[in-house]
T-cell receptor, first 114, second 110 residues
Framework: GAVVSQHPSWVICKSGTSVKIECRSL??????MFWYRQFPKQSLMLMAT?????????EQGVEKDKFLINHASLTLSTLTVTSAHPEDSSFYICSAPGGSYEQYFGPGTRLTVT | DAKTTQPTSMDCAEGRAANLPCNHSTISGNEYVYWYRQIHSQGPQYIIH???NNETNEMASLIITEDRKSSTLILPHATLRDTAVYYC???????????FGTGTRLQVTL
């Protein structure tokens, strides 16, 4: 089946710094990718929809200036957490629709802000 | 997308069938029922989906009631590796976003 990768798988950064997370579709093209955030023992919450060649669409309550999304090509979307704070520590997961019905999820990136 | 309701948690003995219910009483005619699962600290994995007919694949079976207001995911012979959170999601369209509820935490035990 189709594969979506994320890099890095985990990252620790200091408060105030920025962190970039990559999401790649390895064997298919994705004009749309989705970014989710998951806090411990909670469900996935959609943050934004990444669109190749155009601006991302953010869900209500998600700060677009803090979570920068760039969909540079048909196989790559990046999420940059700017000026990260401890409350941004979370599990970030991307997904991309593939085929006629399925969405493929990346393995996730665990961000810890100290 | 219609709201779905699932039990918070369930236990199942290894080797037995795991039956996970989902209520989607407000589902509309063009919405499919999807099931995904998430093993701890991993991305969700697609299991199965259906519109109104029962479906079966190598992983599971999906039973949808005739009125489509509820469905049951069946793992015929649960193993320890099936321990995960199972999400039932209703969605129209194929490339649209998925809205995750709280899911059912299935614990398979020896």
């Amino acid at each position: 089946g189709a594969v979506v990768s994320q890099h890095p798988s985990w990252v620790i950064c200091k408060s105030g710094t920025s962190v970039k997370i990559e999401c790649r579709s390895l064997d298919f093209q994705a004009t749309t990718m989705f970014w989710y955030r998951q806090f411990p023992k909670q469900s996935l919450m959609l943050m934004a929809t990444s669109n190749e060649g155009s601006k991302a669409t953010y869900e209500q309550g998600v700060e677009k200036d803090k979570f920068l999304i760039n969909h540079a090509s048909l196989t790559l979307s990046t999420l940059t957490v700017t000026s990260a704070h401890p409350e941004d520590s979370s599990f970030y997961i991307c997904s991309a629709p593939g085929g006629s019905y399925e969405q493929y999820f990346g393995p996730g990136t665990r961000l810890t802000v100290t | 997308d219609a709201k779905t309701t699932q039990p918070t948690s369930m236990d199942c003995a290894e080797g037995r069938a795991a039956n996970l219910p989902c209520n989607h009483s407000t589902i509309s005619g063009n919405e499919y029922v999807y099931w995904y699962r998430q093993i701890h600290s991993q991305g969700p994995q697609y299991i199965i989906h259906g519109l109104k007919n029962n479906e079966t694949n190598e992983m599971a079976s999906l039973i949808i009631t005739e009125d489509r207001k509820s469905s049951t995911l069946i793992l015929p012979h649960a193993t320890l590796r099936d321990t995960a959170v199972y999400y039932c999601i209703s969605r129209a369209g194929t490339a649209s976003k998925l809205t995750f509820g709280t899911g059912t935490r299935l614990q398979v035990t020896l």
